[in-house]
């Protein structure tokens, strides 16, 4: 029989016997990865722009690889609106570890540069997950412009000076700033002149009221096909395999000229770096799919998957890149 003094020792060792298994077992539950027990509710997918446009369908071709391999719901949520703007803002305030964004240039690094009242800093609010996909521009022109490369084609420019006047589809957009960008490598000087959209620089150009722009492959091939416009060069770093025909303004003569439409995937700062990391490679994956190329590629994109390292990249070069143009040009939002 014990003694009430070894009875006592006993329940002790016991108690804390007890305590450190645990102690251990909690230790071990949160050493355990949180990527690996995420997600528990469904994802958000918030887009800036409404069903169908091409951010939209970028987002839908994601969702339901995503959603398969992620055992949840990847629900796309269309908030409309500021350029994109509302919803990069609402992806900036998530505290939630299952709000994402698709986002474009646009909201992930020009806005701030247009406007500083802008309501989130994508470099400091928002973290890269992946790049999805991306489109060069195309530098255009009617199909009777001078020169036989683009080279000659640029000295035709310089030579006329203001008299030339190019269009875009607005102020800040990148077919605006791509044209800025190149008049200060190239020292060209034609006039800006914007329109409602990239179909109607596209008509201008055929009727003879602008003399180049940088426009949408998708805009430009079929008037290229028919005759009616001449395609000097893409504004990608090297040929697009979205158009090997045509050669790149850096390969060219402009070497280092590189600006191209991209989509790509964020989260709120606030994101767990884990989850960042899950989510990255699991993008890549899907965006470099058969499957999800060909569907990328019937929107005019590349699909790349570049992870989140390389899309923080991206969007530094860029950044850097346009704060220079749009300070230099004094451009702002309209």
């Known amino acids: 029989m014990f003694s009430p003094h070894r009875c006592r020792r006993f329940l002790w060792l016991m108690t804390a016997s007890l305590a450190f298994t645990t102690a251990a077992a909690t230790a071990q539950t949160a050493a355990k990865p949180l990527a690996n027990a995420w997600p528990s509710q469904p994802v958000r997918l918030l887009v800036g722009f409404p069903a169908g446009s091409s951010p939209d369908l970028v987002a839908r071709a994601l969702a339901e690889p995503m959603s398969r391999a992620l055992g949840q719901p990847v629900i796309v949520d269309n908030r409309p609106g500021a350029s994109g703007n509302i919803a990069a803002t609402l992806v900036a305030q998530a505290l939630d570890n299952h709000t994402l964004g698709v986002m474009i240039n646009g909201n992930m690094t020009i806005a701030k540069l247009l406007n500083p009242a802008t309501h989130y800093d994508p ?114 770093a090297t040929r697009s395999p979205l158009a090997p025909e045509y050669p790149s303004l850096a390969e060219a ?82």
């Open 123 to 236: 470099l400091k609010d928002l973290k890269p997950v992946n790049l999805v996909c991306t489109a060069p521009l195309l530098l255009a022109a009617p199909a009777g412009a001078p020169g036989g490369n683009i080279l000659e084609f640029l000295q035709a420019a310089r030579a006329a000076g203001t008299k030339w006047s190019y269009g875009s589809p607005g102020v800040g957009t990148v077919g605006h700033l791509a044209m800025e960008l190149l008049k200060s490598k190239a020292n060209i000087t034609p006039v800006h002149v914007p329109y409602p959209s990239y179909q109607r620089v596209v008509a201008a150009m055929i009727a003879g009221e602008i003399q180049l722009s940088m426009v949408q492959l998708g805009a430009a091939a079929p008037q290229i096909a028919a005759g009616k416009l001449k395609p000097i060069g893409v504004t990608s």
């Open 253 to 334: 003569g402009l070497p280092g000229f590189e600006l191209e439409i991209w989509t790509a995937v964020a989260a709120p700062a606030s994101m767990d770096p884990e989850i960042i990391a899950k989510l990255s490679s699991l993008i890549s994956a899907i965006a470099r799919s058969e499957e999800v190329r060909r569907q990328l590629a019937q929107l005019g994109y590349n699909g790349v998957g570049v992870d989140a390292d390389g899309l923080a990249r991206r969007v530094k070069a860029d950044y850097d890149q346009l704060s220079r143009i749009i300070a230099a040009q004094g451009i702002r939002h309209e």
